[in-house]
């Protein structure tokens, strides 16, 4: 794996938790946030629409943040990057809360459907 570190957008452990602490600030900075409320009063929290208007304002804030540490500055490098902070969720406790911070500056919090085989009390 040693070797595998020199390729471009392979982060360490420790790498990662600064590039995804530069992405978490870079979505609070006035300019992303106004942004990213506009798209979200676009998409008036309609799932589809989400992903229309707010899921590419997301993207660009982290690709403005992940170029500079060897990733595609395009949809394919936010995808490794999200590949790489997945495969050390597992591995750091604080990896997986900086993930989670980080998803929900963007995506909605989703509700769990009603068990099935509940009937509602009339």
Not at 26 to 35: C, D, I, K, L, Q
Not at 47 to 71: C, E, H, N, R, W
């Amino acid at each position: 794996m040693a070797a595998a570190q020199s390729q471009p957008g392979l982060l360490t452990i420790e790498q990662t938790k600064v590039v995804l602490a530069e992405v978490i600030k870079a979505f609070g900075s006035p300019e992303n946030s106004a942004r990213l409320q506009e798209a979200r009063d676009n998409a008036c929290n309609d799932m589809g629409k989400m992903l229309q208007f707010v899921l590419p304002v997301a993207t660009q804030i982290q690709q403005d943040v992940i170029k500079s540490y060897g990733f595609s500055n395009e949809g394919e490098g936010v995808l490794k990057f999200a590949r790489l902070v997945k495969m050390y969720e597992s591995q750091d406790p604080e990896i997986a809360a900086m993930s989670l911070k980080l998803k929900s500056l963007f995506l909605p919090p989703m509700t769990s459907p009603p068990l099935s085989g509940t009937v509602a009390a009339t």
